[in-house]
């Protein structure tokens, strides 16, 4: 952004130049050297500050054409609301606030003090007041003396005249000025705040560039919304795991459990003492094995079948 806004600065001084030699010379003429380089000035900051409002306002938005819009809109309020074309005196309420927070209130200011200070006003014949001398007055410039001493506005185009005395209420710019609260004593304030302007749109700009294109959102792309929603989709999951693996842990110990009970029970029904070598069983003894073994698988297949877990038990 910074390189943006320094990269545009020598091509809006370059027109700045251009703009104040086509139009100071030709209308206001040749005036002192302070005049004639403060309105240089004026004219160079103007479109600086143009590119640093035009950079503020693009900073935010998606693109130019959306920018453009508003550009137009803010631009449009600023000039109509700079004081001239309507006196401040004028405009009520909100429009108060407009007028002072508008930067063309101020370059407006410094351009018109500068190049009109001083410049005299010569009204036409249809600008004039006519009026009569009384009073005992022998001229116009009698009857008007004390208004004048008074630091009243305005001359007289024939002071020496008798009768028919024509008055124009303006002498100098100045007092034109005045109307509308623009003063030569504050030419130097309004081309500081212009570049006050200037600097608070940059920063302006800086931050809403980091605000809305580099700040970390939290907004996430489908890729990143389908990671967590399977996440979410496999935490359920994992704990019905972790439930059936604690359960079958539990399962696993009374099986085991009762495997040891299984084991203890059938080495006291069938103690190592009552099962000989067959080598050495009579036919009778042999029988009688023969059934007490029936007797212990079939107990072994009940237990199978009863058994949840299916733990042989041998």
Request: net charge positive; glycine share 4%; with cysteine.
């Amino acid at each position: 952004m910074a390189a943006n806004v320094v990269v545009e600065v020598p091509y809006q001084i370059i027109a700045g130049l251009a703009i104040y030699a086509t139009f100071y010379y030709p209308v206001v003429g040749i005036q002192s050297s302070e005049r004639q380089g403060l309105v240089l000035l004026f004219c160079v900051s103007l479109l600086i500050y143009a590119s640093t409002f035009a950079h503020m306002v693009i900073a935010a938005l998606p693109d130019s054409e959306t920018a453009g819009a508003i550009v137009t809109l803010l631009f449009s309020m600023a000039l109509i609301f700079n004081g001239v074309m309507q006196s401040p005196t004028a405009l009520p309420g909100f429009w108060i606030f407009m007028y002072r927070v508008s930067p063309f209130t101020y370059w407006v200011a410094g351009m018109a003090a500068t190049m009109l200070h001083d410049r005299r006003v010569v009204c036409t014949s249809n600008e004039v007041s006519v009026f009569q001398p009384g009073g005992g007055a022998a001229t116009c410039q009698q009857w008007m003396q004390p208004y004048f001493d008074a630091g009243g506005p305005g001359y007289l185009l024939q002071p020496d005249a008798t009768e028919n005395c024509q008055y124009c209420q303006l002498s100098v710019a100045d007092e034109f000025l005045a109307g509308v609260n623009i003063y030569w004593s504050e030419r130097w304030r309004n081309f500081g705040l212009m570049f006050v302007y200037i600097v608070f749109d940059i920063a302006v700009a800086v931050f809403l560039y980091w605000f809305f294109r580099v700040r970390p959102t939290k907004k996430h792309t489908k890729t990143e919304k389908s990671k967590k929603s399977n996440k979410n989709n496999k935490q359920p999951h994992q704990q019905e795991q972790q439930q059936t693996q604690q359960s079958s842990s539990h399962d696993d110990q009374a099986a085991k459990q009762t495997e040891d009970l299984e084991k203890q029970e059938h080495n006291q029904e069938r103690p190592r003492s009552a099962l000989p070598r067959r080598a050495s069983l009579s036919r009778t003894a042999s029988s009688t094995v023969a059934s007490a073994a029936d007797q212990y698988f079939n107990r072994n297949l009940q237990r199978q079948q009863t058994n949840r877990r299916n733990v042989h038990v041998y």
